[in-house]
Antibody
């Protein structure tokens, strides 16, 4: 069964750090694009970061320079290192697999988030 | 950044009713638009990929249409279990973005 399980959330003070983990089963993390998406309390979904199968990484402006996405192929696990945390980073953090499809009409690949974890909660507060 | 604007923000509907949710992109995104359903305290679930392709296991009452900048999610014959918030999402270009969400309440 294809599954993602996040862990590592918790309460941290402003300015602190936290590392989230996302353990995958049923597929290989390094062969897929993988994203982190967060949801602040009572708010909508916000994309945070993606790591491509080739290793390239991209970030939302709101976290650029503070968060780092990475993976451990031997553990089949995705990570999100979060530094200099702020109150506005308080959210449920989800990891998601981005599956690849192909459009013959547009002759291009496209990606969509087909598998999501249950999320891990990060609270930044003093 | 591509902005996705959904309408309505909230809708109260009765079972068996037909529901239409729209998502407008601030620039053309081809068909790289996907729809998710999120129930309270659950993670989002994929309903429709690439504007109109139903995801495996999704009930046939859910359908999607559109391309370019205007997209629609349609739920035919609404059921009580469809009470949720629905999000559109574009993967045409980074940063990926989501619509603000449409909350469906079942009367």
């Amino acid at each position: 069964e294809v599954q993602l399980v996040e862990s590592g959330g918790g309460l941290v003070q402003p300015g602190g750090s936290l590392r989230l983990s996302c353990a995958a089963s049923g597929f290989t993390v390094s062969s897929n694009y993988m994203s982190w998406v967060r949801q602040a309390p009572g708010k909508g979904l916000e994309w945070v970061s993606v790591i491509y199968s080739g290793g390239s990484t991209y970030y939302a402006d709101s976290v650029k320079g503070r968060f780092t996405i990475s993976r451990d192929n031997s553990k089949n696990t995705l990570y999100l290192q979060m530094n200099s945390l702020r109150a506005e980073d308080t959210a449920v953090y989800y990891c998601a697999r981005e599956y690849r499809g192909y459009s013959y009409g547009y002759s291009h690949y496209y990606y969509y988030m087909d598998v999501w974890g249950k999320g891990t909660t990060v609270t930044v507060s003093s | 950044e591509i902005v996705l604007t959904q309408s309505p923000d909230f809708q109260s509907v009765t079972p068996k009713e037909k529901v239409t949710i729209t998502c407008r992109a601030s620039q053309s995104i081809g068909s790289s638009l996907h729809w998710y359903q999120q129930k309270p305290d659950q993670s989002p679930k994929l309903l429709i990929k690439y504007a109109s392709q139903s995801f495996s296991g999704v009930p046939s009452r859910f359908s999607g249409s559109g391309s370019g900048t205007d997209f629609t999610l349609t739920i035919n014959s609404l059921e009580a279990e469809d009470a949720a918030t629905y999000y559109c999402h574009q993967s045409s270009s980074l940063p990926y973005t989501f619509g603000q969400g449409t909350k469906l309440e079942i009367k």
